[in-house]
């Protein structure tokens, strides 16, 4: 008899994008396209598309809270990526379900959409670093979200980005991925700092394109995925980076929407 070898499995919790660039699907996409097998939790249901957030409806807490035990009941999971959440009743019932839960957690704090539609309640943000912040193995924010988290400006310089990255540490995670995307430049630049004070850049050039619709959930189930292969951080981190980049280079080979199109997460495998 043939012993078959156990496949890595991540979850990702998060909202669902009707226009599949984002969210659940884009997650899904991204565990696949790096070799890991892909369960979710839908926690918002958005009506979306490459131009707008036209509607969201929150999926109630018990419901979220069903589907990770369902989940965590059967499969043994092996990373999970938290997205967006919108509430603070989701981030509550969220955080009690994966209080035993002992795997790598990813935390992508989704905020606001491309569109500039907001994904994250005001008033949820309080319990976001009260109950979701502590429990990451890694938080991984954009230039606006690290501002908005900390209460401050957007940082606009490396020495700033660094600073922030080790204030959020103070915020309970034990690695923070700052992502540089919204910086200005012609080379991108995201930073990890973990909690020993390592700093680990990665860079890549500006690949100049509208079409960049869920690269932060890309990029974050990308890495979760590698977390599930058991790699460590600085090595899933690398590979989700370069993974992330090849989708935005093939993003323009695709033909999706009118406003900011899907990057590609099939890339590799076809055009």
Known sequence: MIALKRIPIA????????????????????????????ASVITAITAQNTTSVTAVHEVPADIVAAQISAVLSDISVDAIKLGMLFSAPIISAVSNALKTYDGKIVVDPVMIAKSGDALLQDKAISALLAEILPRADLLTPNLPEAA?????????????????????????PKAVLLKGGH???????????????????????????????????????????????????VAAVQRAHDYLHASICAADTLDVGAGHGPVHHFSAMWT
């Open 11 to 38: 979850l990702t919790i998060a909202g669902s994008d009707s226009g599949g660039g984002a969210g659940i699907q884009a997650d899904l996409k991204a565990f696949s396209a790096n070799k890991a097998y892909g």
């Open 148 to 172: 908005r988290l900390l209460n401050c400006d957007v940082a606009n310089s490396n020495d700033e980005i660094i600073a922030q990255a080790r204030a959020l540490l103070q915020l309970g």
């Open 183 to 233: 910086a200005d430049g012609d080379i991108c630049t995201d930073v990890l700092v973990d909690r020993s004070g390592v700093v680990t850049s990665f860079t890549a050039p500006r690949i100049y394109t509208k079409n960049t619709h869920g690269t932060g959930c890309t990029y974050t189930a990308a890495i979760a995925a590698h977390l599930a292969h058991g790699e460590e951080m």
